[in-house]
């Protein structure tokens, strides 16, 4: 029994001492992800995604590679509240380098847990404008520059960022280069870096201080980085959701149904139409859309087909082109500028619209007033010759229309005599003598 006990002695010390060897320990992830537009609900969404996926990895860092023109208020407080939230340090990064983050992306830049830009970009110019580009001047417009320089100061107090400054890019629209973010006091980014793997190399054992007072130290060197792209969902209606796209949309959308109506079983026009519609309805979800200017534009195209078929002298067509060209300026109701369809594709949009329908509404119209060619309808006002003669009230074979029928004569014809018929009695004609000479040929008989 002694013996055994030595023997399992010792092989617990050999197990203790063949311990397998620590495992390396894992290189940290970044998670990276680009904004490249304006930002809307799409974008939040994606930037939420992207942050909810790195707390998930227990990433080191995420990147935000920032560039746009501005955007929805609503979305930006959504991202920010995201940045604000999560466990993940967040660094929002301006770049490549002639890129900007103005508006909305500058708002997005101070909330970052780490600011950083490219060289050769700026940010800033975050006052509320009106749909023209002009600033607003009524209350209404102080109410929303004070909202937004209020938050402003809020997310730079908390953040350490100049206020000042952020004060001044709000209430008077000012903007920043990378150089004078960087040198004022205090300042407005962290640090400038030429692109992520830079930026991630500067940040290696940074300490950072996050919203909530807390500090952290981040260990970018050697990570990982994961580069998180958008699902082929949100890339079809960030696409479609510039509201450029969505006014050519509807308004082909609209002309594809208007086709198919006037030309049914065209098929084509009325399937391609109603895709157009339906993605464009799809963008509405995203886009500030003013409903009166989407019925504006459909007032304006029935005024265009009604101008056709009703005398008005032109008044409809005018009044059409009117409401199409008032209905696209108010579609996007917002006061970014960026948001807004510019006057250099509304007015060809809506020229090229109202002659396309007119030009169709009146090949419409003349194939209508086209006499036809076929069936009892055609034989009207045919003109044929009588193979003998016919008394007034009395019966005979003519040849009209390439074949033989019986014809009641309206007064007396020659043999061979020209006719035109009057009308279609089941298969029997109503002639009447069409007058000149009688056809020499008239006569013979025809197959």
């Known amino acids: 029994m002694r013996a055994w006990s030595v023997l399992i002695a010792a092989g617990v010390a050999l197990l203790a001492g063949a311990s397998p060897q620590a495992q390396p320990e894992q290189a940290p992830r970044v998670y990276t992800a680009e904004v490249d537009g304006i930002i809307h609900p799409v974008a939040a969404e994606y930037v939420a995604g992207v942050i909810a996926k790195a707390d998930a990895d227990k990433a080191a860092l995420v990147v935000i590679t920032l560039r746009t023109p501005g955007g929805l208020v609503e979305s930006t407080r959504d991202i920010n509240n995201s940045i604000i ?37 700026h940010i800033g110019a975050a006052h509320p404008v009106a749909g023209n580009g002009e600033k607003i001047d009524d209350t209404m417009a102080k109410k929303m520059a004070s909202d937004v320089a209020a938050y402003a100061r809020t997310l730079a ?29 205090p300042p407005l980014i962290d640090l400038v870096a030429n692109d992520v793997p830079d930026l991630l190399h500067k940040l290696d054992g940074r300490t950072i201080r996050r919203f909530d007072g807390q500090t952290q130290t981040l260990h970018t060197s050697a990570s990982t980085v994961v580069a998180v792209n958008m699902s082929w969902q949100q890339r079809v209606l960030s696409a479609i959701a510039h509201p450029q796209i969505a006014y050519l949309l509807l308004t082909l959308g609209t002309l594809g149904l208007t086709i198919e109506l006037w030309s049914p079983g065209a098929i084509l026009p009325g399937i391609a139409g109603g895709i157009c519609l339906l993605l464009a309805f799809f963008a509405f979800q995203v886009l500030p859309v003013s409903y009166t200017g989407v019925l504006l534009i459909l007032f304006g195209l029935f005024l265009l087909v009604l101008e056709v078929k009703v005398t008005s002298y032109g008044l409809l067509g005018v009044g059409g082109v009117m409401s199409l060209l008032l209905g696209s ?41 086209t006499a036809p060619v076929t069936g009892a309808s055609g034989m009207l006002d045919e ?20 074949e033989i029928w019986t014809a009641t004569a309206d007064d007396r014809i020659e043999a061979g005599g020209p006719v035109r018929v009057t009308a279609v009695e089941g298969l029997r004609l109503r002639v009447a003598s069409a007058g000149g000479a009688p056809s020499a040929s008239a006569g013979l008989p025809s197959a």
């Open 329 to 369: 300026i108010m579609l996007i109701d917002s006061p970014l500028p960026e948001l807004q369809i510019g006057l250099r594709l509304i007015v060809p949009v809506t020229l090229a619209i109202a002659s396309i329908l007119v030009f169709l509404v009146t090949l419409a119209v003349n194939a209508q007033r």
């Open 383 to 402: 003109i044929g010759y009588a193979m003998t003669a016919i008394d007034a009230g009395a019966t005979g074979p003519v040849r009209a229309h390439g």
């Open 157 to 185: 107090t908390q953040r350490k960022r100049n206020v000042s400054l952020v004060e001044q890019a709000v209430q008077e629209s000012r903007s920043f280069t990378e150089q004078e973010a960087l040198s004022a006091s």
């Open 85 to 121: 939230h999560a466990k993940t340090p967040v660094a929002v990064f301006v770049g490549p380098s002639g890129n900007r983050a103005a508006s909305a992306g500058f708002l997005i830049t101070i909330a970052a847990d780490i600011a950083a830009m490219a060289p050769a970009t």
